[in-house]
């Protein structure tokens, strides 16, 4: 079992720029494919991207892309969403989860419920 906390998020201006971190407990931490979703009040979570075990690939949806970049650290147990260009619109509750790799070329999913563990949310807020 893997626990997960995110924290960096906060109140920035239309243009700005913030980096969230994902913090994961437990020694096997490559062994997990990362993904970053988000949901704003009244909404669903939706999928803003991943990355692979290894940090070897990342996918991200083209809400995002060429704005947002997610790494991560294993040697930290820790994953990255550098969001940059932020804006209004990027409001929401943003959210780290974690996919347990079981079986070799695992698909990695897209979906929050392809996903078996979740950070507490940090709230990002883009003013006007």
């Known amino acids: 079992q893997v626990q997960l906390v995110e924290s960096g998020g906060g109140l920035v201006q239309a243009g700005g720029s913030l980096r969230l971190s994902c913090a994961a407990s437990?020694?096997?931490?490559?062994?997990?494919?990362m993904g970053w979703f988000r949901q704003a009040p009244g909404k669903e979570r939706v999928f803003l991207g991943l990355?692979?075990?290894?940090?070897?690939?990342?996918t991200y949806a083209d809400s995002v892309k060429g704005r947002f970049t997610i790494s991560r650290d294993n040697a930290k147990n820790t994953v990255y969403l550098q969001m940059n260009s932020l804006k209004f619109e990027d409001t929401a509750v943003y959210y780290c989860a974690a996919d347990r790799i079981r079986t070799t070329g695992q698909p990695i999913g897209v979906m929050a419920a392809d996903y078996d563990y979740w950070g507490q949310g940090t709230q990002v807020t883009v003013s006007s």
């Open positions: 990355i692979s075990g290894g940090g070897g690939i990342t």
């Open positions: 437990g020694r096997t931490f490559s062994g997990y494919h």
